[in-house]
């Protein structure tokens, strides 16, 4: 079984990472409920379909298929809601990779920072830019963002 382990981070608005050579990801999602995600993702020059199970703790099981950058156009067409668009910037600090995705359109304004580890207990290296952790709160899951986009929360951002 393929296990993804990640934890997931606002920014600190005052203090930002410096972006460079972003790759513009479109996403969305099939099915979507508390046992499982089914996502579809266009990024550059390649697509992907990916299922993803219930999250427990930090992990959750996740398949991922490379296929036809067609198909994803033409699966993207039967998602429920609109795609998320957003940049996604890789940046290296310490030993470890970070995803910094920059939203666009509906969840224009959120910016989220995202590492994978080998463990739920693997130490790493916290940025000076990271913020709150947010990875066991829903509402910054893509998933949900595609139905309840970022601009249009009343509180709590």
């Known amino acids: 079984m ?24 479109v996403q969305g999602y099939l099915d979507e409920n508390p046992e499982k995600t089914i996502r579809v993702r266009i990024t550059g020059t390649k697509a992907f379909l990916t299922i993803k199970g219930k999250t427990t703790g930090y992990s959750k099981s996740e398949y991922e298929y490379e296929i036809p950058i067609k198909d994803a156009e033409e699966l993207l067409l039967l998602c429920k809601n609109e795609p998320i668009r957003k940049t996604r910037y890789i940046i290296y600090y310490g030993s470890h990779r970070w995803d910094v995705d920059v ?21 790493f290296d916290m940025p000076p830019w990271i913020g709150k952790e947010v990875t066991q709160d829903f509402r910054y899951y893509n998933a949900y963002l595609s139905g309840k986009p970022y601009q249009f929360w009343e509180v709590d951002k």
Not at 103 to 123: C, K, M, R, T, Y
């Open 2 to 25: 393929a296990i993804e382990i990640e934890r997931k981070f606002l920014l600190k608005e005052n203090i930002l990472p410096p972006f460079e050579n972003g790759t513009l990801y």
């Open 103 to 123: 939203f666009h359109e509906q969840n224009d304004g959120l910016i989220l920072a995202e590492i994978e580890l080998e463990s739920e207990n693997e130490p």
